[in-house]
């Protein structure tokens, strides 16, 4: 849905909140008029209970439209959100081959550069990639893995493993 047809929907929404309003006003008038003498009252007050009964049905289901319309108007936010900050990133493909949403250097604005889940920025969410292992970061929103330089070294990473030797004259048994 497109951020004209949500605000139109509110609009619709506000309109229906005030016409629900004022028909229980009326029908409580009415009710208080048939209240009177000479008109058939059980019939007229059975009547009006009844319309009364319908009105608080509406204004039930307004209550409801009016939540749906806050969480409209939230998910509105969140698109508008999404797309001022949409613009500042670039699709990349890193050395090791994975795609991913980097901030372009020249939309920066004091932040550092970065980079987002190529998948989940395809869902409006911008969510950074964290460095969880060597030329591996992690998304924090989808646990998906990325593989591409940490900025330490490139290549592969080789650590000494402590092991006992079996061979004479290393001091070991």
């Known amino acids: 849905?497109?951020?004209?047809?949500?605000?139109?929907?509110?609009?619709?929404?506000?309109?229906?909140?005030?016409?629900t309003k004022t028909a229980t006003e009326v029908a409580q008038s009415l009710r208080?008029?048939?209240?009177?003498?000479?008109?058939?009252?059980?019939?007229?007050?059975?009547?009006v209970s009844e319309l009364?009964?319908?009105?608080?049905?509406?204004?039930?289901?307004q209550l409801s439209m009016q939540s749906a319309m806050l969480e409209l108007r939230e998910e509105q936010r969140r698109?508008?959100?999404?797309?001022?900050?949409a613009n500042r990133y670039t699709l990349k493909r890193t050395e090791q081959g994975s795609l991913v949403r980097e901030l372009k250097?020249?939309?920066?604005?004091?932040?550092?550069?970065?980079?987002?889940?190529?998948e989940c920025y395809e869902k409006q969410v911008i969510s950074?990639?964290?460095?969880?292992?060597h030329n591996t970061f992690e998304c924090?929103?989808?646990?998906?893995?990325?593989?591409?330089?940490?900025?330490?070294d490139s290549g592969i990473m080789i650590?000494?493993?402590n092991r006992s030797s079996r061979f004479p004259g290393d001091g070991t048994v």
């Open 32 to 47: 208080a008029l048939l209240a009177k003498p000479n008109p058939d009252t059980e019939a007229s007050n059975r009547l």
């Open 52 to 61: 009364l009964e319908r009105l608080l049905a509406l204004q039930s289901e």
């Open 1 to 19: 849905m497109d951020l004209e047809a949500i605000t139109a929907l509110i609009g619709v929404g506000k309109n229906a909140a005030g016409m």
């Open 128 to 133: 950074f990639l964290q460095l969880v292992g």
């Open 159 to 161: 650590a000494p493993v």
């Open 105 to 118: 250097a020249s939309d920066a604005d004091g932040d550092p550069i970065h980079c987002v889940c190529a």
């Open 140 to 152: 924090g929103e989808c646990d998906g893995i990325v593989y591409m330089s940490d900025g330490r």
């Open 79 to 85: 698109i508008e959100r999404f797309q001022a900050n």
